[in-house]
């Protein structure tokens, strides 16, 4: 049977209320699914995505989709993550690893956080 888990790939903060965001999309995801979903950073907090990939990989995983939780494709989304998932591919050989665009990039989430805007127009 497969497993396919989810990583949520975000920048990281020295500020620690900076993933609270993350911790409840991360919780929200969980209760839409029972296979891992789990979070993971760049830089500054724990864990970071080779841990996070290893982790999924060792609870029985035959498949990752990492989720970059950023805004748009800079040069973290553009260079250093496609370089970490090299890694963790070249790790982990017989787990596929996918990895999305950024969210910021889809038409969807754009609505959402254009709909956000109106409504404060209102608050």
Same mark, same amino acid.
């Given at each position: 049977?497969? /497993?396919? =888990?989810?990583?949520?790939?975000?920048? =990281?903060?020295? %500020? *620690?209320?900076?993933?609270?965001?993350?911790?409840?999309?991360?919780?929200?995801?969980? /209760?839409?699914?029972?296979?891992?979903?789990?979070? #993971?950073?760049?830089?500054?907090?724990?864990?970071?995505?080779?841990?996070?990939? *290893?982790?999924?990989? *060792?609870? =029985?995983?035959?498949?990752?989709?990492?989720?970059?939780?950023?805004?748009?494709?800079?040069?973290?989304?553009?260079?250093?993550?496609?370089?970490?998932?090299? *890694?963790?591919?070249?790790?982990?050989?017989?787990?596929?690893?996918?990895?999305?665009?950024?969210?910021?990039?889809?038409? #969807?989430?754009? %609505?959402?956080?254009?709909?956000?805007?109106?409504?404060?127009?209102?608050?």
């Amino acid at each position: 049977m497969s /497993k396919h =888990g989810i990583i949520l790939f975000g920048h =990281g903060a020295r %500020d *620690a209320r900076w993933a609270e965001p993350f911790e409840r999309l991360a919780v929200r995801l969980r /209760k839409a699914r029972s296979e891992p979903v789990s979070l #993971a950073f760049l830089e500054l907090m724990t864990p970071d995505l080779p841990t996070a990939v *290893a982790e999924q990989a *060792a609870s =029985g995983c035959d498949a990752v989709t990492v989720v970059p939780v950023f805004f748009g494709q800079g040069g973290h989304v553009r260079r250093d993550l496609p370089q970490i998932i090299d *890694a963790c591919r070249a790790a982990h050989p017989g787990l596929t690893i996918h990895c999305a665009t950024a969210v910021g990039e889809d038409d #969807a989430v754009l %609505d959402a956080i254009a709909g956000y805007c109106m409504r404060q127009l209102d608050a």
